[in-house]
């Protein structure tokens, strides 16, 4: 079931979400609220990838 | 046949069509078997001596000649360095943040790592069991658990959590004050081993209170398989007024399967295991419904301590029906309907006849004979030791029995009643013995 769901844009917008938050992971240094905060975030982030990314490769 | 979006946690795995769903498996199955190869030294070893690289992995087909692990795998790693968890990591120790184990109950504990994204996966997964199973956030979710160093219902926590709902941690309270809890905070649903729950039932009676009037209005089973067995679920519905569900899952691998609305059988979480059925006497695999045979698993984004081909021992069947769901996942039937070597659940807790015997066996003032007998007292599983002192040493037996609760309690995880026969009173076997006996009836 994709009807209804626009799965190539929802991976765009996670592949962006990864990029911003390894962009920011740079930015971030020895920063360890940074650093900690995006462990957390890239989980999640992962979590959407399962959900949808890994979709796109076989619909 | 249900297609109402609302009903799926994610409905694009959940509905996906079975052939794209077999392409899924054998495309993450490839990427956590190169995951493993090229970042834990223990499978990197185990493949390569099999002959296998990530290279290997194209088809479906392929996936059979993957050496399997099992627990006596696991353990042989832990007990080798690095501390604690031997060669099987596949991250730095230092992206470690949960330590769980198994329970012991036919060895030495295997210890369990997960890095925060493995433990976000935990939640996940409790994610789509929870949510097939109607929660939703507007339930009040009572969780009456320990909190230790077993998984057990600390990942449905979080996973609850994620769906939103309000989670009440029921950690060190009696069951008295579990149920008054309950009761005063107008909880919509708890989850439980299917024993404990209808040992709160009993509770709450004996305490004035009809459990129908608490308002509960799901219970998510986990533990033991009586949540997939028809008499104990409806005698759980009857006694509570709830709808009751199941979920299957274990420390080393994940939580696998579940139960939805629809109840009918358990639908494996195809997306993120890949769950094949093992014939126990010629080792090809099962496919078609029907059969018993022993489970073999992968969890397919497991990272920091991988879960590849994993022999877990439990005896399955596929399911001959379709849930009228929609979803996709092939159920198998029954939940888990028994162990290859007969190691049996009490209490929610797995026993290997084995261990007692280990522990009988290191008393010299006891005889070579025993007895277990495992029953049912009202809902309660009980086990009952039947043991022979040693001519000589009756007069120590309250030192001996104290020592052999104790340490029974710490191999097995359990509790035992006991009872002491005169000598050469058990009885003797010619050949096989039959020293463990299960009176309850599954």
Redesign the interface.
């Known amino acids: 079931?994709?009807a209804?769901?626009d799965?190539k844009k929802m991976d765009a917008k996670i592949k962006e979400i990864r990029k911003a938050a390894e962009e920011l992971q740079e930015l971030g240094g020895d920063i360890e609220a940074v650093n900690k905060n995006l462990?957390?975030l890239?989980?999640?982030t992962?979590?959407l990838e399962?959900?949808?990314s890994?979709?796109i490769?076989?619909? | 046949m249900a297609r109402d979006g609302s009903i799926y946690w994610n409905p694009i795995l959940e509905t996906m069509p079975r052939e794209k769903l077999r392409e899924l498996q054998v495309k993450k199955f490839r990427r956590i078997f190169t995951w493993a190869y090229e970042n834990s030294p223990f499978y990197r070893r185990l493949y390569r001596d099999a002959g296998m690289e990530p290279g290997d992995i194209k088809t479906y087909e392929d996936i059979k000649r993957v050496p399997k692990t099992d627990k006596g795998v696991l353990r042989d790693v832990q007990n080798r360095p690095p501390f604690p968890y031997g060669d099987m990591l596949a991250v730095p120790l230092q992206q470690v943040t949960e330590f769980r184990q198994t329970s012991g109950t036919t060895g030495t504990p295997v210890y369990q790592a997960d890095t925060w994204q493995d433990w976000e996966w935990w939640a996940e997964c409790w994610a789509y069991i929870l949510y097939a199973q109607g929660y939703r956030n507007t339930d009040r979710m009572f969780i009456p658990f320990g909190y230790n160093i077993f998984v057990a219902f600390w990942a449905c926590h979080y996973g609850a959590e994620k769906l939103g709902c309000e989670v009440v941690p029921g950690g060190v309270l009696d069951t008295e004050a579990r149920i008054m809890k309950m009761l005063e905070l107008r909880c919509t649903s708890f989850g439980a081993t299917p024993t404990y729950v209808l040992g709160m039932a009993d509770t709450a009676r004996k305490i004035g209170i009809d459990p129908r009037s608490i308002g509960i209005q799901r219970i998510t089973c986990a533990g033991e398989p009586g949540a997939s067995i028809a008499t104990t679920k409806q005698r759980i519905e009857d006694a509570w007024g709830a709808k009751v569900y199941d979920h299957i899952g274990a420390t080393e691998i994940g939580a696998w399967s579940y139960s939805c609305t629809f109840q009918t059988g358990l639908h494996v979480n195809e997306a993120f295991f890949l769950v094949e059925i093992e014939d126990m006497d010629t080792g090809e695999i099962i496919d078609t419904p029907g059969k018993n045979g022993k489970m073999v698993i992968t969890a397919l984004d497991r990272m920091a301590k991988p879960c590849i081909r994993f022999d877990s021992k439990d005896v399955i069947r596929w399911a001959d029906y379709d849930c009228e769901c929609g979803r996709t996942f092939r159920s198998i039937d029954g939940g888990v309907v028994g162990r290859a070597d007969d190691i049996t659940k009490v209490k929610g807790v797995l026993l290997a006849p084995t261990a007692i015997e280990e522990v009988v066996r290191s008393f010299k003032e006891l005889s070579d004979e025993y007895e277990v007998v495992v029953s049912k007292k009202g809902d309660i599983d009980e086990i009952l030791l039947k043991i022979e002192i040693m001519p000589g040493c009756e007069n120590n037996e309250p030192d001996i029995l104290k020592r052999l609760k104790d340490l029974l309690r710490v191999k097995t995880n359990l509790g035992y009643k006991m009872e002491i026969h005169p000598y050469e009173s058990l009885p003797r076997y010619a050949l096989k013995a039959k020293r463990f006996k299960d009176l309850r009836k599954h």
Do not use: C, E, F, H
Request: net charge positive.
């Open positions: 079931m994709t209804g769901y799965i462990v957390r890239l989980a999640s992962k979590m399962l959900n949808i890994d979709a490769s076989v619909l």
